[in-house]
C-alpha cells in the first residue's frame, strides 16, 4: 500500500483488464465474466478504475470493491473531486454489504440507504401528587412515527459475524 510502484502496477493491471474486456467479441455469444476484486478500493482509486465502474457491466466486467469507510473513498488523487469518486462508487455498485463500522457518517449514510419503515410511539403523562411524587397517568397514547429500517446503533454495533445487505430498495441484516 505504502510502495508507489505497486500501486502504479496495480492500477496498470486494471487497464489491462478493462482493454482485455472491451477488445472481446461481444457480438456472438455472451462472453465469460471477468470479475476484478479490488481490496483496499482507496489505492486503485484513478480515471481509469471510475470508468471501470461505469462501463463495466456492458463489457461482461465485475468490480468487487473492499472499502473501511466512506472516508477511504474521498482520499483520493487531487485531480478528482471527492465527492463524484463517492457518487461513482456508490451509484455504479448496486449491491452493498457492510459489515459493523466505527466512522458514525458511514452508519448514518447507510442507515440513510436501508429506507424507512412505520414504528409505534407510546407517549405516557407523568402526574406529580401533592407530595410531589411521580406517578403514571392511566391514559396513554400510541402515534405513529418513521424511522431508518437499520438505525446507526445497529450497524455500528453490527456483531463479527453480522452484515447488511443494501441491494437498490432492498435491506436485510
Same mark, same amino acid.
Given at each position: ?81 471527492? %465527492?463524484?469518486? &463517492?457518487?461513482? !462508487?456508490?451509484? *455504479?455498485? @448496486? /449491491? ?5 463500522? #466505527? ?16 414504528? %409505534?410511539?407510546? &407517549?405516557?403523562? !407523568?402526574?406529580? *401528587?401533592? @407530595? /410531589? ?5 392511566? #391514559? ?34
Amino acid at each position: 500500500m505504502r510502495n508507489a510502484k505497486i500501486v502504479r502496477m496495480q492500477r496498470m493491471l486494471l487497464v489491462k483488464i478493462i482493454q482485455l474486456c472491451e477488445e472481446r467479441d461481444r457480438t456472438g455469444a455472451k462472453p465469460r465474466p471477468v470479475c476484478a476484486v479490488l481490496d483496499e478500493a482507496k489505492y486503485h482509486i484513478s480515471k481509469p478504475f471510475l470508468e471501470s465502474l461505469g462501463a463495466a457491466r456492458d463489457k461482461g466486467l465485475h468490480v468487487i470493491l473492499a472499502h473501511q469507510s466512506l472516508a477511504d473513498l474521498r482520499d483520493c488523487p487531487a485531480d478528482l473531486n471527492a %465527492d463524484a469518486v &463517492v457518487g461513482a !462508487v456508490m451509484e *455504479n455498485c @448496486a /449491491l452493498k454489504i457492510i459489515y459493523r463500522v #466505527e466512522d458514525p457518517l458511514t452508519a448514518e449514510w447507510m442507515a440513510r440507504k436501508s429506507g424507512r419503515i412505520l414504528v %409505534d410511539d407510546e &407517549v405516557r403523562r !407523568v402526574i406529580k *401528587n401533592s @407530595a /410531589l411524587s411521580e406517578t403514571l397517568h392511566p #391514559e396513554r397514547q400510541i402515534r405513529q412515527a418513521e424511522r431508518f429500517f437499520f438505525d446507526e446503533n445497529m450497524i455500528l454495533n453490527l456483531h463479527k459475524s453480522q452484515a447488511m445487505r443494501s441491494e437498490e430498495h432492498t435491506s436485510e441484516l
